[in-house]
């Protein structure tokens, strides 16, 4: 039976339990009442702060793309080279992907199938605040002489979609692979599209960058 009183942190105590059922029995068979009885707190609480079952999948997602621009925002201050902390920001944005996948895949399907152009709104919102953070990084770069890059808005968005072919989404479990196999497949993008950045003559690969 729910409890009377709330967790103090109501919103979050929700998202925690939807997750749960979510990576268990999946979206389809998550009910308001199941996210109560799981959160252990009264249906009528979790109407306060969402709408229906398809605001909290949402926000379960907007909460997992907020732990990445946090991600994000600690390795765009780091004292390294331009370069590596742009290498660093897009093979941890694979990466965070597949852990996540790997957790829970039918999830993630089954959601994206059922709110797949709301889910859509949010990664075009989502990638658009992963640009304003690489442009930063760019620019640093481009002040430097170590980046040829006349668009830099433009610049971050090819970056981001470079690698987004390795998103989970966009592959079968075959192709998926290890997450070994992701990493270094994330690190051959990076390269590729590292090399037509910087402004030097000699080739980047990644033996010659710390992948720490």
């Known amino acids: 039976m729910p409890r ?3 967790p ?32 252990g707190i009264g249906k009528a609480t979790i109407y306060g ?4 079952k398809e605001a909290v999948a949402l926000s379960v997602i907007r ?5 990445v621009l946090k991600q994000w925002r600690e390795l ?17 944005l694979v990466l965070s992907g597949f852990d996540r996948a790997r957790k829970c895949q039918r999830s993630m399907d089954e959601t994206f199938s059922a709110l797949r152009q709301l889910i859509l709104q949010k990664r075009f919102q989502f990638n658009r605040e992963l640009a304003d953070l690489l442009v930063d990084v760019l620019n640093e770069g481009v002040e430097n002489a170590q980046f ?3 668009n ?16 989970p989404t966009n592959l079968s479990p075959e192709e998926l692979g290890g997450r070994d196999e992701i990493e270094d497949r994330a690190h051959q993008v990076v390269d590729l599209m590292l090399n037509g950045l910087l402004a030097r003559r000699e080739p980047l690969t990644s033996q010659g960058l710390e992948r720490k």
Do not use: W
């Open 152 to 167: 830099l808005d433009h610049s971050a968005q090819a970056l981001i979609t470079s690698v987004s072919g390795l998103y």
């Open 148 to 150: 040829c890059c006349p």
């Open 8 to 39: 103090p942190d109501v919103r979050e105590a929700v998202l925690d339990a939807a997750n749960r059922i979510m990576d268990g029995a999946g979206f389809k068979k998550m009910t308001m009442e199941a996210i109560a009885q799981e959160a």
């Open 76 to 92: 765009r201050v780091l004292d390294l080279p331009p370069e590596a902390r742009v290498r660093k920001m897009l093979v941890c």
């Open 49 to 52: 702060y969402f709408e229906n």
């Open 4 to 6: 009377v009183a709330a």
């Open 63 to 67: 909460r997992y793309q907020e732990s």
